[in-house]
C-alpha cells in the first residue's frame, strides 16, 4: 500500500505553503486526479499519494510557489466564486427540470393527441407500428388509440 499523506504533511515535504496547496487543488480540480494524486477517506479528508507529492513539487518547479502566491490566490478566488455560483445555479435548474418533466411530457403528449403536426403523426405512427411488429401494442397508452383509428387512411 502507498504512503498517503496530509496536506500539512504535503507542505512540509514539498516546502509548499499548505495555504498554496489548498488553493491549487482547489482552483485547479482538473489537475489534481482523485485516486492518481489525492485520495479521499472516510471521513473526506484529502489525502496525498506519492504521485500527488511529486506533481506538487513539479508544479512548485513551475510556479516557484511562496507566500505571495497564498495572497495572489486569495485575490484571483473570483473565478472560483463564479464556479461555485455556477454550479449551484446549474444544480438547481436540474432539480426544477426533473421536477417538471413528467407533467410538461403529459402536457405535450395531450397536445400531440388532440392537435397532432404532421411530424407528431409521423412519430406516432412509427412508434405504434414498431409495438404492433413487436407484438406489444398492449403496452401503448389508450391516448394513442383515437390516433390510430384516424391515421389509417394511408
Known amino acids: 500500500m502507498q504512503n498517503l499523506y496530509t496536506t500539512p504533511e504535503a507542505a512540509k515535504i514539498t516546502d509548499i505553503p499548505e495555504s498554496t496547496i489548498r488553493s491549487w487543488l482547489r482552483r485547479h480540480p482538473g489537475v489534481f486526479q482523485i485516486d ?3 485520495a479521499i477517506d472516510e471521513h473526506g479528508q484529502k ?9 506538487l513539487h ?3 518547479a513551475t510556479k516557484n510557489a511562496t507566500e505571495d502566491d497564498a495572497e495572489f490566490d486569495a485575490e484571483s478566488d473570483a473565478p472560483d466564486l463564479l464556479e461555485s455560483l455556477l454550479e449551484e445555479d446549474a444544480q438547481r435548474l436540474a432539480r426544477e427540470y426533473w421536477r417538471q418533466l413528467p ?5 405535450r403528449i395531450k397536445q400531440m393527441r388532440d392537435n397532432p403536426t404532421p411530424e407528431d403523426r409521423e412519430v406516432v405512427t412509427l412508434s405504434v407500428n414498431a409495438a404492433l411488429n413487436a407484438g406489444t401494442e398492449h403496452l401503448l397508452l389508450p391516448t394513442y388509440q383515437p390516433m390510430l383509428l384516424e391515421g389509417d387512411e394511408t
Open 58 to 60: 513539479s508544479r512548485r
Open 103 to 107: 407533467g410538461r411530457t403529459l402536457h
Open 36 to 38: 492518481a494524486h489525492v
Open 47 to 55: 489525502l496525498w499519494t506519492e504521485a500527488g507529492i511529486e506533481l
